[in-house]
């Protein structure tokens, strides 16, 4: 994730901090169960395999603590956290018999939750995670095992063929947990790659204290002050994130609002927008759009005829044809609205702009700016084309609605003229077995805001 999350990345951020506190959903525990319950059956062969010989127990102790205190510094990731235990588990390796390490990484991710458990913050639950969350410490436990070195007396190449096999298991299990408990594309998962390099680094200091662990035990907690330090950084990104994902929540928050008051201004209106938010997202999945161009289609769609708060409703409801004065009027709605959005700033800006250009035209004969084809924005030419649809499709002060035969003709007929001929296309796809009666119930219902 980079310093700057984009909005895909703010909403699995936003979903992994929710989950942290809650209990685990059935899905969720029976991925753990199943990913912990390989976890203890390959440490539990390790250990037959390799049962452990007579060492210090000092020095491995001191590893554990620090790793315990190393997994409470936690920098949030869109689909989880990462924690500098780097520096901790290579001591490890060299202190403990390799048998003995998987169970010592648990005990350190246990011990670590032990005051977020006692106040409450956590449920019992969460302890499952830690096994599946040990699942690194197997690749090089592995490595060394088959070549039968123990770490202190490790090459070069051993020791970066036993780092890249963490890695390497890490991200299997990673990419399989992910895919059983969350809806997130291996896009996402590789994005967050780069935690490995910020591990490699770490390694190298890590072995240079290993080297010396040995000899001095008490040498490990010279990465307590280091600790430390990181400890400030991460509590920075969290209460940075935090408030990125807020001020998200207050942007949606204010949309929703102005939404209602568009309802409460003029019933029709109300209803007449969630109905085309909720065709025109669909529409957005039928073209494949990103996580940002579908939030501000979303509201866009919700807002755009937000403007017409400012017109008269004796010429937003009256029955016969518009004069040109009412109708040059009726025309700054799209302004109106535009203006609205531009006072609450961030993203509802660009919303603002989508707002803008809901009634231009594909031949560049529409208005504010008579914007033509590519042009006018993608969002704009979607709400346009589901406006459209949906305004023939219900009863209207001045008509009744239109057939699903008239209005399919209808939407056909301005393809290339009023309309993007691709967006056409999608909305026809996802209206051709809706040929039911011309109700203002509409086929597909709102989404939920986050």
């Not at 036993?162 to 590789?190: H, I, K, M, P, Y």
Request: hydrophobic share 50%; glycine share 8%; net charge negative.
């Amino acid at each position: 994730m980079s310093l700057d999350p984009n909005l895909a990345e703010q909403q699995l951020l936003a979903d992994t901090l929710e989950r942290e506190g809650s209990a685990m959903d059935q899905r969720e525990l029976l991925a753990e169960i199943l990913i912990g319950g390989g976890f203890a059956l390959a440490a539990a062969v390790i250990w037959w395999l390799h049962p452990p010989h007579s060492f210090s127990v000092l020095p491995t102790a001191l590893c554990v603590a620090v790793m315990a205190l190393a997994m409470l510094v936690r920098f949030e990731t869109p689909l989880g956290f990462t924690v500098p235990t780097q520096l901790a588990f290579v001591p490890l390796l060299f202190a403990a018999p390799v048998a003995v390490v998987p169970v010592a990484v648990v005990a350190a991710s246990w011990l670590a939750r032990v005051y977020d458990l006692a106040s409450g913050r956590i449920p019992p639950s969460r302890l499952l995670k830690a096994p599946a969350n040990a699942w690194f410490s197997i690749g090089p436990v592995i490595v060394f095992a088959v070549a039968g070195t123990e770490p202190s007396h490790a090459g070069a190449v051993l020791l970066v063929l036993a780092l890249l096999a963490e890695f390497g298991l890490d991200s299997v299990v990673a990419t399989v947990r992910t895919a059983l408990e969350r809806a997130a594309s291996l896009r996402d998962q590789v994005r967050e790659s780069w935690v490995y390099g910020i591990d490699a680094a770490l390694s190298g200091v890590g072995l240079a204290v290993a080297q010396d662990l040995h000899r001095s035990p008490v040498i490990v907690l010279v990465l307590l002050p280091l600790l430390g330090l990181l400890q400030l950084f991460a509590q920075e990104r969290h209460r940075r994130l935090e408030g990125l994902i807020e001020l998200g929540n207050a942007y949606r928050g204010t949309a929703l609002v102005l939404g209602d008051v568009v309802e409460a201004d003029d019933g029709y209106t109300g209803v007449h927008c969630k109905s085309v938010v909720a065709l025109s997202l669909a529409v957005a999945d039928e073209l494949g759009l990103d996580a940002a161009r579908r939030r501000n289609l979303e509201f866009g769609a919700l807002l755009h005829d937000v403007g017409k708060i400012a017109i008269p409703k004796d010429i937003i409801n009256k029955a016969g044809k518009l004069d040109p004065a009412e109708w040059t009027l009726i025309k700054t709605h799209t302004l109106e609205g535009q203006a609205m959005l531009e006072r609450v700033g961030g993203f509802m800006r660009e919303v603002g702009l989508i707002v803008r250009s809901h009634h231009e035209r594909w031949d560049g004969t529409g208005y504010p700016d008579g914007l033509a084809g590519e042009a006018i924005p993608l969002e704009a030419r979607i709400i346009a084309c589901c406006d459209s649809w949906n305004a023939m499709r219900t009863d209207r002060a001045y008509r009744k609605a239109l057939s699903h035969e008239a209005a399919v003709d209808e939407l056909t007929a301005h393809a290339g003229t009023q309309f993007d001929p691709r967006i056409v296309k999608a909305l026809l796809r996802l209206v051709q077995h809706d040929a039911g009666g011309a109700g203002s119930t509409p086929a597909f219902q709102l989404p939920q805001a986050a």
